[in-house]
């Protein structure tokens, strides 16, 4: 069965710390794959997105995620966090062809917490 | 704000009750996308339009839930008969159609239902 396996529950940081967030996937096909963000009382709103080639993507905020097919892993990373960066997490994978493409699989999801 | 809407925000309803929830996609976006989230869990998806047509439905929807998306323009998802275990925060996405695959999916706020 498809599905996204997100390493930690609850990360607690301070600022100034680096961040690497765990996202592993299974799925049998060619996917997309995709970072989305939760910050307090707001929406769910796209961090990054990978569909091909450089398998290292630039999103908003400083975050970047290295795509590794071999692993089936797509981690979230940041050099240094803010307290602003304080949110729920959610890696989330579909497949680039075949009839399930609209079907976006998440994760459980990291809670960030960063300590001022 | 031209981002996806959600009405109701929360809906407190008894068990055995119908509910419905309307969803209003960002204006140019074809595709439409109705996801269930619990408590501590990620998203989970429930169907998907492509306009008008219902093009995906998740096992997760029972025969107790439709959705409808009668102009291709907003959608409305009803749950008749509702169960305690119903509650959960329902979520819209919308995408626009692109020559690619399923691109990144925009969510809105979301509708928190609670069955006593």
């Known amino acids: 069965a498809q599905s996204v396996s997100q390493h930690n529950h609850h990360v607690i940081l301070s600022e100034a710390a680096s961040l690497e967030l765990g996202c592993n996937y299974s799925y049998g096909g060619t996917v997309n794959l995709f970072w989305y963000v939760q910050y307090p009382g707001q929406h769910l709103q796209l961090l990054l997105k990978y569909f091909s080639g450089d398998p290292l993507v630039k999103g908003i905020k400083g975050f970047e995620a290295e795509f590794i097919k071999s692993k089936f892993s797509f981690n979230l990373r940041k050099p240094s966090v803010q307290w602003s960066d304080t949110a729920e997490y959610f890696c989330a994978v579909n497949a680039r062809y075949g009839g399930s493409q609209g079907n976006l699989i998440f994760g459980k999801g990291t809670k960030l917490s960063v300590k001022p | 704000d031209t981002g996806v809407s959600q009405d109701p925000r929360h809906k407190i309803t008894k068990r055995g009750q119908n509910v419905t929830f309307r969803c209003d996609p960002i204006?140019?976006?074809?595709?439409l996308y109705w996801y269930r989230q619990t408590l501590g869990q990620g998203p989970e998806f429930l169907t998907y339009?492509?306009?008008?047509?219902?093009?995906?439905k998740s096992r997760l929807l029972s025969d107790r839930f439709s959705a409808e998306r009668p102009k291709g323009s907003f959608s409305t998802l009803e749950i008749q008969r509702t169960e305690q275990g119903d509650s959960a925060m329902y979520l819209c996405?919308?995408?626009?159609?692109?020559?690619?695959?399923?691109?990144?999916?925009?969510f809105g706020p979301g509708t928190r239902l609670t069955v006593l």
């Open positions: 204006s140019e976006h074809n595709r």
């Open positions: 996405a919308s995408s626009p159609r692109t020559a690619r695959t399923h691109n990144e999916q925009f």
């Open positions: 339009f492509q306009n008008e047509a219902q093009l995906e």
